[in-house]
Nanobody, 117 residues
Framework: QVQLVESGGGLVQPGGSLTLSCAASGFAVSTETMAWYRRATGKERELVAQITSARSGSGIGYRQSVLGRFTIARDNSKNTVYLRMTNLKPEDTAEYHC????????WGQGTQVTVSS
């Protein structure tokens, strides 16, 4: 059974940092293009970052607004995908989720990130 479990969110001041984790079970994250998404209250879900499968070269992409501040990474031995977020801004406040790029699996519970002073 496939399961995605996100963790690592919290309340942080502007300029702060957080590292989110997405622990997957039931499939190997190395075989999929994995992605982090976020949805702010009242807004549509948006793609934040992606990392292609190992076979595809683990290429990485980011939405423009997080470029240079967020880093996506994958630990195949732990079957986990990470999102390192630095220099956080209030507009990064959202619930963060991971999934494959084509949203193949049931969404996990997500992890809330709140950036506020």
């Amino acid at each position: 059974q496939v399961q995605l479990v996100e963790s690592g969110g919290g309340l942080v001041q502007p300029g702060g940092s957080l590292t989110l984790s997405c622990a997957a079970s039931g499939f190997a994250v190395s075989t999929e293009t994995m992605a982090w998404y976020r949805r702010a209250t009242g807004k549509e879900r948006e793609l934040v970052a992606q990392i292609t499968s190992a076979r595809s070269g683990s290429g990485i992409g980011y939405r423009q607004s997080v470029l240079g501040r967020f880093t996506i990474a994958r630990d195949n031995s732990k079957n986990t995908v990470y999102l390192r977020m630095t220099n956080l801004k209030p507009e990064d406040t959202a619930e963060y989720h991971c999934n494959t790029l084509d949203e193949s699996y049931q969404w996990g519970q997500g992890t809330q990130v709140t950036v506020s002073s």
